[in-house]
């Protein structure tokens, strides 16, 4: 009897975790934190976000970086997270927007995601996450696209523009040309 009410808890706990992180995606390497409207407008600024970007913002939280781009400056956007409730969220903000259309949200680990559409990609993350991120963004997106971070730069890549908003600091680089491969 008490060996039958042992295995009906441990299933319970099993169903527990199980509804709670989709099968294969890990904890959030960084926590949530919404970066600040003025930082997220000054980001797209920064980048110079036209309606012929594809924005995609890798750990989108609720997803105001990537509608906002949508919806202020006329582009499409990507918004990538690895925590399911913060794409549910996303998904409503953007109903709530108005701009459906224009916006996609994935529930995916960002250091496993197909970002080669990308001509702008976002970034509000840890030191850490920059500096193992930085290959995959050198080796996956086409030259000249644009990559924007808030608060945390990326080690000795030196941005092509920094600057300053209530606080915040704010980098930009610029995904450079790869080097032509020498022939046989
Ligand atoms: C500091 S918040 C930034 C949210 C949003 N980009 C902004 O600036 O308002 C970081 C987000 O990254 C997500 N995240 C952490 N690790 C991740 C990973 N490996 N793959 C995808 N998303 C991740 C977290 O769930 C969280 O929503």
Redesign the pocket.
Known sequence: MRSQAARSFLLLALLGCASAQKPGL?P????????PPEVVLAMLKLAGVTARDVVY??????G??VITAAKEFGARGVG????PA?IAESEENARRAGVTKRVRFRN????EADIREATVV?L??WPWVNLKLRPKLLRELRPGTRVVS?CHDMGDWAPEHQIEVNGHKIYLWRIPERPQQAGP
């Open positions: 890990r959030p390497d960084v926590r949530y934190e919404p970066s913002d890798l750990g989108c939280g609720d105001r970086i990538i997270d690895i925590d913060r995916e680990d960002l250091f976002t509000y993350l808030h």
